[in-house]
């Protein structure tokens, strides 16, 4: 009776030993997934102003902000000022997959851009600029996203682009400038000369042409369009004339037959 009391207590003792690894094996794989899970999850929180982006530890619970190794991924994903913008909607959303992330902050970005790079304030278009070179590091975002980034683009690059005509009719007027101060003498007098004499002309008709572009030509958006060039209506082509057939010449009458025959000419 003992040697069975004893073996029952052992084997029951086995038992609930097995019971309880196979519970606490569980337990941990249900933390190792939980982990994983909360890993792969982003969340938005706004700090003084600024929303950041944080995501889950390698652990059950608990997040830390969002920084990736690559420096242009990590200046996307940087605490994102808005300028006073309200984004309680965005605060404690959380999200699966990195493209569900960037979908939405493309839109926060969105918001912050399109005002700024209609504007003609140079520091509000510098600002635009920010916003539109941290949207194009968002790989995740729909094509409707990317249509509405390539207009953003278009917008600002004509004010870029004036800009730029601008700088380069400053710059010709003051390299003209500089010539013309070392053509009165110093040593390089004879070669200003002949750079003045080169390229005087065209740098005249450039800084012109320059300056219509930049004052003229960049009219409002509001305003009229230029008229469009008339185009020249086609002439409708000449029909070649047939050539004309020589007209056939006129049979002589025969000679009569008593006549003497014409004498032949001799050499």
């Known amino acids: 009776m003992e040697t069975d009391s004893f073996g029952n207590r052992a084997a029951g003792a086995l038992k609930r030993f097995f019971i309880t690894v196979v519970v606490l094996g569980l337990l941990g794989a249900v933390l190792v997934l939980l982990s994983q899970l909360n890993a792969r999850t982003f969340t938005f929180e706004v700090r003084n102003g600024q929303l950041w982006v944080l995501r889950g530890r390698n652990l059950p619970t608990g997040s830390e902000p969002y920084?990736?190794?690559?420096?242009?991924?990590?200046?996307?994903?940087?605490?994102?000022?808005?300028?006073?913008?309200?984004?309680?909607?965005?605060?404690?959303?959380?999200?699966?997959?990195?493209?569900?992330?960037?979908?939405?902050?493309?839109?926060?970005?969105?918001?912050?851009?399109?005002?700024?790079?209609?504007?003609?304030?140079?520091?509000?278009?510098?600002?635009?600029?920010?916003?539109?070179?941290?949207?194009?590091?968002?790989?995740?975002?729909?094509?409707?996203?990317?249509?509405?980034?390539?207009?953003?683009?278009?917008?600002?690059?004509?004010?870029?682009?004036?800009?730029?005509?601008?700088?380069?009719?400053?710059?010709?007027?003051?390299?003209?400038?500089?010539?013309?101060?070392?053509?009165?003498?110093?040593?390089?007098?004879?070669?200003?000369?002949?750079?003045?004499?080169?390229?005087?002309?065209?740098?005249?008709?450039?800084?012109?042409?320059l300056r219509k572009a930049v004052h003229a030509l960049s009219a409002p958006p509001d305003g009229p369009l230029p008229p469009a060039p008339e185009k020249a209506e086609p002439k409708p082509a000449q029909e070649p004339k047939p050539a004309q057939e020589p007209p056939p010449a006129e049979a002589q009458p025969p000679a009569p037959s008593g006549a003497a025959a014409p004498p032949e000419k001799k050499p």
């Open 67 to 209: 920084r990736p190794a690559d420096p242009a991924l990590a200046d996307a994903y940087a605490p994102l000022d808005l300028k006073g913008a309200p984004a309680t909607e965005l605060a404690g959303r959380k999200f699966g997959e990195r493209d569900e992330l960037d979908r939405a902050l493309f839109d926060v970005i969105a918001q912050l851009a399109k005002p700024r790079v209609a504007s003609d304030d140079p520091r509000a278009l510098e600002e635009g600029l920010y916003y539109l070179r941290r949207a194009e590091r968002l790989s995740g975002i729909s094509e409707e996203q990317r249509l509405a980034l390539k207009a953003m683009k278009a917008e600002v690059a004509f004010y870029q682009a004036r800009g730029k005509l601008e700088e380069a009719q400053k710059l010709v007027a003051e390299a003209m400038s500089q010539l013309r101060l070392a053509s009165q003498s110093g040593r390089h007098t004879r070669s200003a000369n002949l750079m003045i004499m080169a390229v005087e002309p065209s740098a005249v008709s450039l800084e012109e042409a």
